[in-house]
């Protein structure tokens, strides 16, 4: 071989498109464009079969359920683990589920399902977790000394420790929300490629906060970006909250905790343009508001239609539901995902 002739290098995988669609309704939604492979989903509002996911929560402000449904590509396989983790995936993508009974109390129960979805991950071969749901019931209720989202938090904590995983930089996108009753719930979406994670730089990064907020911090990221095939990225926002630095702020004030909520995702989004050639803007966002209170809805959606009028003005819309919020002084939270065309820089 001359030193001028060409090394040819192996072929890139072409990433399988991960695409997700908003729908009315329970019934089973047609794949976006260029994706014909059901994932999975949450469904609002209603009772769900699999591999759908029902979210246990009641809708505000709206008569009917909506459901976000995920899409691969190509052939799908089913699966499911010992610990009760159920999956599907395509070549490239997994969402999964996994309820668990609290037998042994609330950390128990996080370290239980953490470590089944590690397992299962481990399985299929998808290491890096991308976003995760939690639904966890009484989230703010007292018990042995502990408020309880500090004992899932302890749980959650350890199962990273346990499994090698990153429990500071590197952690997932996600939202632990609180429920009425119920076993722990857990979704999640896990890829075969590295993803970037997010930080606002007005708010100490979770995983950071000082032992007030409990003796294990929460392990997530403030969002997560994504390669998602086709030329395209996905942006997955954890629950974001009115927290300036680590402090709760605007305490009994509903509305202003709304602006300041609106004024992290922007910093969130701002943040995620800087690492990608995305022009990511509220509009982009499919976005679930919770609410504490339900006599507070037309107060949080009026002052959302104010201080960030794009947000769900796309067709995916809003999804308003009555929930607790991790801090039992915070009283609005919203999350969400997005799509837009660009790369990672």
Request: aromatic share 8%; charged share 20%.
């Amino acid at each position: 071989m001359t030193a001028t002739a060409a090394i040819d290098a192996p072929p890139r995988h072409v990433l399988h498109a991960l695409s997700s669609r908003r729908t009315p309704g329970a019934s089973r939604a047609a794949g976006a464009p260029g994706s014909d492979a059901l994932l999975g989903g949450l469904l609002y509002g209603s009772a769900a079969e699999p591999p759908i996911a029902g979210v246990p929560l009641p809708l505000l402000g709206a008569s009917k359920p909506v459901q976000d449904v995920w899409f691969g590509q190509g052939a799908v396989t089913a699966g499911a683990n010992a610990q009760g983790v159920q999956w599907l995936h395509d070549a490239d993508w997994l969402f999964g589920s996994v309820d668990v009974a609290e037998t042994a109390g609330l950390e128990a129960a996080a370290g239980h399902a953490y470590a089944g979805l590690f397992d299962a991950l481990r399985t299929t071969g998808f290491p890096h977790l991308l976003r995760v749901w939690n639904y966890l019931p009484r989230i703010n209720e007292e018990g042995a000394a502990m408020e309880r989202y500090k004992r899932f938090n302890a749980g959650r904590q350890q199962a990273f420790l346990d499994a090698g995983e990153q429990v500071f930089e590197g952690s997932p996108a996600a939202c632990a929300i609180g429920t009425a009753s119920g076993p722990l719930r857990m979704r999640f979406l896990a890829g075969r490629r590295a993803v970037r994670h997010v930080e606002n730089p007005r708010q100490v990064s979770a995983y950071r906060y000082p032992q007030r907020y409990g003796p294990r911090a929460p392990t997530f990221s403030r969002a997560a970006l994504a390669e998602s095939g086709a030329g395209r990225l996905g942006l997955f926002v954890s629950g974001t909250a009115s927290i300036v630095g680590h402090e709760s702020v605007h305490i009994g004030d509903v509305r202003a905790q709304v602006r300041e909520t609106v004024a992290n995702l922007q910093a969130v989004l701002d943040t995620a343009r800087g690492q990608s050639s995305a022009r990511w803007s509220l509009h982009d966002l499919h976005a679930v508001v919770y609410v504490r209170h339900a006599r507070d809805h037309a107060a949080v959606a009026d002052e959302l239609a104010r201080a960030a009028p794009e947000l769900g003005c796309d067709a995916a819309g809003l999804v308003f539901l009555h929930a607790d919020i991790c801090r039992r002084e915070l009283d609005v939270e919203i999350e969400g995902h997005a799509w837009a065309e660009g790369e990672l820089v």
